[in-house]
């Protein structure tokens, strides 16, 4: 995995929380923030903010942003796999 896809991905997901906290979604951010700055790997990040955006996909009734954890989560799985 190449260090500056990886890092793209970690902005994306501080970019992506700055949305949720507009939209007083705060939880979901958190949970977010949380998995990124809690992991000590990529592997762990990966692992942990997917699982985030998994739950969030699954629970989230805005389509916008239902669309957008998925486009992430696809991301999260193509860094996982290589």
């Known amino acids: 995995m190449g260090p500056s896809r990886l890092y793209e991905y970690y902005d994306a997901i501080d970019d992506f929380c700055i949305r949720l906290r507009a939209r007083h979604l705060d939880a979901w951010a958190d949970q977010l923030t949380s998995a990124k700055s809690g992991g000590s790997t990529s592997g762990e990040i990966l692992s942990t903010t997917g699982a985030a955006l ?28 290589t």
């Open 54 to 81: 998994r739950a969030l996909v699954d629970q989230e009734t805005d389509p916008d942003l239902r669309d957008e954890a998925s486009r992430l989560l696809s991301e999260c799985d193509v860094l996982w796999r």
